[in-house]
């Protein structure tokens, strides 16, 4: 769609490329759907012209938009939501026919007319213009909602420039990534936490943080994503989600969060800040009932809207000059309490199951450990995808740092705070990315250890290992140095061979060095040194990855193998020891404290071909970019 809008630069022909294209996805295999975004499309130009050569006539003029209304509510509770196919079967109404995004297809059909009512824009004469508005593809995602007015003026004139195809293709990528790899790791966490046999205090504070996390980073990748989308198409538009302040309380972060869906409720409902009480109430009320049903038209989304607006309420009239007292920590855990109380009911539909998740978080009538199990599957899952983001953050992100001036910037406190202010949220990303994937290396550890004790073959096992490690040593070459051949750094294999190594010479002298006697404690005592100091020597003279702390890492989970609770303890101890980011490790033994011992559903040889194949990739991407010159280590 972008490539063929590049052969012409004028507007009307990248609005039409667009419109056909967007209808031609949005109707494939279903021409029902063009026939209902055509015929409501052609509804919202009528009423928005009638309205604006009749604004004499005030009651004409609000029946038109109230019309308009019903009719973009009908659309979105009967098709959006699907609550024809729900609740009357027999017209047999099948989801797959149903548009995508019909939310915000609806809002944006209302605030159309309603801008028009106003007089916030002109009425639109050219239906193509309003079709461009109403259909385009990254318009149908989650947000923002865009309003007619502010996107007029690069309806009519835009230019599809490198800078924005640059922008644009990065959002989608960072857009992508929050999507399916964080989005994804804070599922299985939730799921660990909330679906056990039995809710527990730890599960329900894991499960429900982990609920909020994936929500929040799905909405916001897939705005990233449309935000990426529109760039690539020469659209601008401002951001959907903005960073939750402690001051704002919880008034502020609702606010945060699809700031222009909740920007435009708030208008339509006079929710001002100069109101009396009763008037503020009523508003507040009506506001988070409409945002409630236009989330999810279900009982449980309804009570939370309702008592979220209570909760607004109570801030704007009696909590806000108390709580802004407050130490801004104490504001963070008040925002977190509260948020999870609140949208806790979002995730359980029935009252009981509610209340009982309510009880657990207060450590009321349960246990207080988690009855859930973790395959070793689920565990090597969590760390290709953690690593996969910590590699994204170290080879691409961390070039767009250097590129942007970091090196630089680091050489006095004032220039480094300038760039700070410039590149503070790329900066924010790179750290979040290289924490999250601070959890991979730790189960990699636990998991050598235990394919050790269940392999038949050790011999095989070694192997393997050494045979991906001389595989994945150029691609891991290109990724962080740009140069095919690097050998300041050897990638994680050589660690954890190494540490294959370490612990199999361990074995066999627990093996062949029996005994009791004094004499032959010290020999295996003296022969375990030996092994360990060896293995640690050659991780730092061959600087492997991690170098002898990983050594270290693995024969400790090695040497506590069969009192589970010392080792995660042992394991948590040596991570904390290591440098400052490495700190965060510690939290992977949260995960590796629930595996069950079982193998799970997995492939064998998939990460060992995952490992090199994505450094490769994101190698490449490099390349794309134009930054694989500039070496990231």
């Known amino acids: 769609m972008t490539i063929i809008s590049l052969f012409d630069r004028s507007a009307e022909y990248k609005n039409l490329i667009l419109i056909v294209c967007s209808l031609l996805f949005f109707s ?38 109230v019309l308009d209304i019903i009719m973009n509510v009908s659309l979105m509770l009967i098709f959006g939501q699907n609550i024809l196919y729900n609740k009357v079967k027999k017209l047999s109404f099948d989801a797959a026919i149903l548009p995508l995004g019909m939310g915000y297809y609806m809002l944006r059909g209302i605030s159309y007319v309603y801008d028009v009512f106003k007089g916030n824009c002109k009425a639109e004469k050219n239906i193509f213009c309003l079709l461009t508005y109403m259909v385009s593809l990254h318009f149908m995602l989650v947000g923002p909602l865009v309003r007619y007015g502010d996107i007029e003026p690069q309806i009519r004139h835009r230019e599809i420039t490198g800078a924005k195809l640059n922008e644009g293709l990065t959002k989608i990528v960072f857009g992508l990534g929050k999507v399916v790899l964080l989005a994804g790791v804070f599922e299985h966490i939730k799921l660990a936490g909330l679906n056990g046999k039995e809710i527990t205090t730890l599960g329900c504070w894991l499960g429900m943080l982990s609920f909020l996390a994936q929500y929040y980073f799905l909405f916001t990748g897939l705005s990233d994503m449309a935000k990426g989308l529109g760039l690539t198409n020469g659209f601008v538009y401002p951001d959907n989600y903005t960073n939750i302040e402690a001051d704002g309380l919880f008034t502020g972060m609702i606010k945060s969060f699809n700031t222009t869906v909740v920007d435009f409720f708030s208008e339509i409902f006079c929710c001002k800040k100069n109101m009396n009480k009763v008037f503020t109430f009523v508003c507040y009320i009506l506001c988070g009932l409409a945002l409630s049903i236009w989330y999810q038209a279900k009982v449980n989304f309804i009570i939370v809207g309702l008592c979220a607006a209570v909760l607004c309420i109570l801030e704007k009239l009696f909590l806000e000059r108390p709580l802004s007292k407050l130490p801004e920590l104490v504001k963070y855990i008040y925002l977190v309490l509260t948020a999870l109380v609140i949208f806790g009911g979002l995730y359980f539909d029935s009252f009981y199951g509610y209340k009982k998740w309510l009880f657990a978080l207060a450590g009321v009538n349960v246990k207080y450990t988690l009855s859930v199990s973790v395959k070793s599957a689920v565990l090597k899952n969590i760390a290709v995808v953690t690593m996969l983001i910590d590699h994204i953050g170290a080879v691409i992100v961390t070039r767009l740092l250097i590129r942007n001036g970091l090196y630089e910037a680091m050489a006095n406190q004032e220039a480094y705070t300038a760039w700070m202010g410039q590149n503070g949220r790329m900066y924010g990303i790179y750290m979040a990315m290289r924490i999250i994937g601070r959890f991979a290396f730790p189960i990699y550890c636990f998991l050598l250890v235990e394919g050790f004790q269940k392999t038949h073959n050790v011999k095989k096992y070694l192997g393997r290992m050494f045979l991906f490690a001389l595989i994945s040593e150029v691609p891991f070459d290109l990724a962080f140095s740009g140069k095919a051949w690097y050998p300041a750094y050897q990638n994680v294999f050589f660690t954890l061979l190494l540490g294959l190594l370490v612990i199999a010479g361990l074995h066999l002298v627990e093996q062949h060095f029996v005994g009791t006697t004094v004499g032959k404690k010290i020999l295996r005592m003296g022969l375990n040194a030996v092994i360990i100091l060896t293995g640690c020597v050659l991780g730092l003279v061959l600087k492997t990855d991690y170098d002898f702390k990983g050594i270290l890492a693995i024969t400790v989970l090695y040497l506590f193998r069969n009192r589970k609770k010392a080792q995660m303890w042992a394991g948590v101890i040596i991570f904390l020891l290591m440098d400052s980011l490495e700190m965060f490790a510690a939290l992977s033994f949260i995960l590796i404290w629930f595996y069950n011992g079982t193998r799970g559903r997995q492939n064998k040889y998939f990460f060992y071909l995952f490992y090199p194949a994505h450094l490769l990739l994101l190698w490449l991407v490099c390349v794309a970019m134009g930054i694989a010159g500039i070496p990231a280590i």
């Open 28 to 65: 494939w295999g279903r021409p029902f759907v063009f026939c209902l975004i055509f015929l409501s499309v052609i509804l919202d130009w009528i009423f928005g012209l009638i309205i604006s050569k009749n604004r004499e006539n005030k009651a004409l003029c609000r029946i038109f938009l």
